[in-house]
């Protein structure tokens, strides 16, 4: 083999590797809406564009069910992962997930972590949050050794207030040193420690019968001044990649993640009739732990030249989950007014032993990712799952386990059919997660079973020369569905399947001022099975709208040297509120109405001498929409009313 060829197979790996250098390392540059690459779901520190998040994609969430990755590494999340660790996240579902190895039904979370810098500096941001709130953000950036050591991270202070009243204060701190080798592979290490000590939640509410509760007064805190929970989280990881030889890479990450609840509260309303008369009661926790423990390792051979380019790729992957859970006392607080403040005295909680689970979860997999030339591509993804649970009831002792071994797969193929169409199709199985138990639910915040999940979709997509891109995708996901049964558990119910299409258009309009990312997604959400032929349950899943659609826009004038108003119209369909359907709704489910929300904003970059700055204002909201949010099967809080959001940031 010549020396030509070694040298192109080199520089692909090489830029295989290091995708996420593309993003600017200072904070005054960020900007969501023109770093996009479509509108299925970016954010860019604190900004997002798109109709998907790490939360809902396609309807599900692929945060929940596990589908999260750290620089593609396999990470088995708990809670969120700490912003000064990310430098964005990307939803990878369709065209997005072209080259991404062993795909996921329900899309994956693409956090990409903070990249190597070569220079030195400080970015400062501070967010007046909302209703009095503040987020103050350090980002350091520290060579130690030349073009091989740098040091990266900072603390973190918030304030976060709701338009209900709940709030949270957090404090916590992150530093990653990162190494790079002469091969120009990286190795890094992080620690990021955090908690939450004014953890005040939102008030739930519960509906009871064929009605929506009456919107309390905005600011007006429903809650107890003694609701106030703590929690402690520490994420600590190693990342590593390289190139073994100029044909051969290795890439993998081991994490450790804790997410101690040190109190716990859950305040709730079941609304018995419209004049808002309510079963008013509080839920306390005991102290909690949960702990886990994951990892990959990705070897891949790079083979044939520049034109045709085959990726064969082995790796393993796994877990070790621990989750504690119940234990709580529940106080029956009488009856209320839903809208006017209850307030009663604490009393003493006693608490019983919580229940102890433990999830073992690994892989091997085997993958092939090729370019064929100008024709097209093929990704293809093989994995042996092995799948043990086993759970402990704190006050019985009953032991109960399950556990399954699966042969789970993913494959795609892709066709150029000219130089500006391209199109695909492809289907997965996977054995996801299923996220914990609503806070309503007798068995409330327990680790759920994981369930087999299908996936098939296809998709278009049109680039033009100016830089402008339309994609159209359908899709069909199945899996199984949860809500509660007689008991009020939150367990299995019936079947569960999504059908839609979604669409994207992003890129540069009539002018290259005029940076615009759009999107939307139509979904046919349907529940079946025997819970559903009963009646227990409607035909429509939970909280799951059937349009959603938004625009992100921005708009660079001449201003002040650059001036950009920015806009932002989102768009939620009709979401069902009930569980089962209701003779006085005609048979069919409680829904809440679609709701069109309207953020309008500007943002302007200049200098403080000679330090960059840039200064975000966005009005949210705007013509102040009332709704509620649906967090589960009957049970939702006040959604986000008109506020103002004021960033500054500066790079130093």
């Known amino acids: 083999m010549g020396n030509k060829p070694r040298l192109r197979c080199a520089a692909a790996l090489a830029a295989i590797m290091a995708l996420e250098t593309a993003l600017p390392a200072q904070r005054t540059a960020e900007n969501a809406v023109t770093m996009s690459a479509d509108a299925f779901g970016t954010s860019i520190g604190i900004e997002s564009t798109g109709i998907y998040s790490d939360n809902d994609t396609r309807g599900f969430s692929p945060f929940k069910a596990g589908n999260v990755r750290f620089d593609g590494i396999y990470f088995d999340p708990i809670g969120q992962p700490a912003g000064r660790l990310r430098e964005s996240t990307t939803i990878r579902v369709g065209f997005a997930a072209e080259t991404y190895p062993f795909q996921a039904p329900t899309g994956i979370v693409d956090y990409r972590l903070r990249p190597f810098s070569t220079k030195g500096g400080l970015s400062i941001s501070y967010t007046r949050w909302p209703f009095g709130g503040h987020f103050i953000e350090n980002d350091a950036r520290i060579p130690v050794i030349k073009d091989r050591l740098t040091i990266t991270g900072g603390p973190t202070l918030s304030w976060l207030k709701n ?51 009456n919107f309390p007064a905005k600011r007006r805190f429903l809650g107890q001044s003694w609701t106030k929970g703590r929690n402690h989280d520490d994420q600590h990881g190693f990342t590593l990649r390289t190139p073994l030889t100029d044909r051969l890479s290795l890439r993998g990450g081991l994490f450790y993640v804790v997410g101690d609840k040190h109190s716990g509260f859950s305040e709730i309303y079941a609304v018995l009739n419209q004049a808002g ?34 990726r064969l790729i082995a790796g393993f992957r796994g877990r070790h989950r621990t ?24 009393p003493v909680f006693n608490f019983s032993r919580p229940n102890h689970g433990e999830i073992s979860q690994s892989a091997f997999e085997l993958g092939y990712i090729g370019k064929l030339g100008d024709y097209g591509s093929l990704n293809l993804g093989l994995l042996r799952g092995r799948y043990r649970a086993t759970s402990r009831a704190g006050r019985t002792g009953i032991v109960t386990r399950s556990a399954s071994d699966d042969w ?26 299923s996220g914990t138990a609503p806070e309503s639910a007798t068995n409330r915040n327990e680790q759920l079973p994981a369930t087999r999940s299908t996936q098939y979709e296809a998709g278009l997509r049109l680039k033009l020369d100016g830089g402008q891109q339309f994609v159209m995708s359908a899709f069909r996901i199945s899996k199984p569905y949860f809500s509660f049964d007689p008991a009020n558990i939150f367990a299995p119910v019936g079947q569960v399947r999504h059908r839609g ?10 002018t290259p001022r005029l940076n615009i990312v759009a999107g939307a997604v139509a979904l046919q959400p349907r529940v079946s099975g025997l819970a559903r032929d009963l009646g227990l349950v409607g035909t429509r899943p939970t909280g799951t709208p059937s349009l959603t659609a938004k625009l992100d826009a921005n708009y660079r004038t001449d201003i002040f040297g650059g001036l950009t108003p920015t806009l932002s119209i989102t768009y939620t369909g009709k979401r069902a509120v009930s569980a089962r359907p209701f003779a006085a709704l005609g048979g069919r489910q409680l829904m809440v109405p679609g709701a069109l929300f309207v953020d309008i904003g500007a943002r302007q970059r200049f200098k403080i001498g000679r330090t960059p700055a840039s ?38």
């Open 163 to 213: 338009t209900d009243g709940s709030a949270f204060r957090r404090k916590g701190f992150v530093v990653r040193p990162i190494w790079r080798f002469a091969n120009g592979g990286e190795m890094s290490l992080f620690a990021g420690f955090g908690t939450f000590y004014h953890n005040v939640g939102h008030p739930l509410v519960v509906t009871t019968g064929a009605f929506l509760p």
């Open 277 to 310: 008369l309510s079963s008013h009661r509080v839920i306390a926790d005991p102290a909690e732990d949960i702990r886990s423990l994951s990892g990959e390792a990705q070897i891949a051979l790079l083979l044939g030249n520049a034109t045709w380019q085959h």
């Open 323 to 346: 989750t504690e859970s119940g234990g709580s006392d529940v106080r029956d607080l009488g009856t209320a007014i839903y809208g006017i403040p209850d307030l009663e005295p604490r």
């Open 408 to 433: 789970l797969y993913s494959a795609r193929a892709g066709i150029n059919l000219s130089h500006h169409v391209s199109a695909y199709i492809g289907t997965q199985r996977g054995l996801e997660d």
């Open 501 to 510: 299409i979604e669409m994207s258009l992003s890129g540069h309009f009539l």
């Open 615 to 652: 200064l975000r204002a966005v009005m949210l909201n705007a013509f102040d929409k009332e709704t509620w949010k649906v967090v589960g099967p009957n049970t939702l809080y006040v959604d986000e009313r008109r506020r103002l959001s004021l960033v500054l940031a500066v790079d130093l």
